[in-house]
């Protein structure tokens, strides 16, 4: 079992590009979130699905968007990235049809937004 | 929501002690507390979860503590190993949500 799956592991992309991070897992999990990593502010959320074809905003939501189309797959994207969107990227997932708080975390992707 | 945050954001361990770490919150009427373990370079893991009804809870070399009447819960790790050294995040929950604060990060020496 794979679990959650992030790519890319890393990525350098020029101030104003489109960029699209991938998240699949493969537990059924109902609910799936992104969170992002700055130094010192621990990880804060940006977005959050609680079933396939909803989402919600978390934190800090601006400048980001996901989609829901199936139960395995929330990808995220930043439309036109800028050098404030530098960070880790974690993508999460949770059973909470079980009643659970469990989230289980993908390895993340490190950008860079020159 | 769930206001929770950690006492201290360092804490060095020499190897083979127990590690203390502790954490607070705000609202009584939470019903349960959860502990992430985060290596470098790594994304956070489960380690422990405790409901509102316990007081106490072991897992594996860790024992979470609640404390309800100072709203207090802690993280306790025996014979602390190299493999320990980590960031610890006590997260609020709301909603199926977690709200991670900065954490604290645990050095181990040898």
């Known amino acids: 079992i794979a679990g959650i799956t992030q790519a890319p592991t890393s990525q350098i992309l020029a101030a104003g590009r489109r960029m699209t991070l991938r998240c699949t897992q493969d537990?059924?999990?109902?609910?799936m979130y992104w969170y992002r990593q700055d130094l010192g502010l621990g990880l804060r959320l940006i977005h959050y699905?609680?079933?396939?074809?909803?989402?919600g905003k978390g934190e800090v939501p601006d400048g980001y968007s996901v989609s829901r189309a199936n139960t395995d797959d929330f990808p995220l994207t930043l439309a036109s990235a800028v050098p404030s969107q530098t960070s880790v990227y974690f993508c999460?997932?949770?059973?909470?049809?079980?009643?659970?708080?469990?989230?289980?975390f993908g390895a993340g992707t490190r950008l860079s937004v020159l | 929501g769930e206001s929770v945050g950690l006492h201290l954001p360092t804490l060095s361990v020499q190897e083979g002690d127990n590690s203390i770490i502790n954490c607070a919150y705000s609202?009584?009427?939470?019903?349960?507390f959860i502990w992430y373990k985060q290596e470098s370079g790594k994304g956070p893991q489960f380690i422990i979860d405790?409901?509102?009804?316990?007081d106490k809870r072991q897992g594996q070399r860790v024992t979470v503590l609640l404390n309800k009447t100072v709203k207090h819960l802690s993280l306790q790790i025996a014979a602390t190993q190299p493999g320990d050294s980590a960031v610890y995040f006590c997260?609020?929950?709301?909603?199926?949500?977690?709200?991670f604060g900065a954490g604290t990060t645990v050095t181990v020496r040898a």
């Open positions: 537990m059924r999990h109902n609910a």
């Open positions: 997260p609020g929950s709301n909603d199926y949500k977690l709200s």
């Open positions: 609202n009584s009427a939470s019903d349960y």
């Open positions: 699905s609680n079933t396939a074809g909803t989402t």
């Open positions: 405790i409901r509102s009804n316990m």
């Open positions: 999460a997932s949770s059973m909470t049809s079980q009643g659970g708080y469990i989230q289980y």
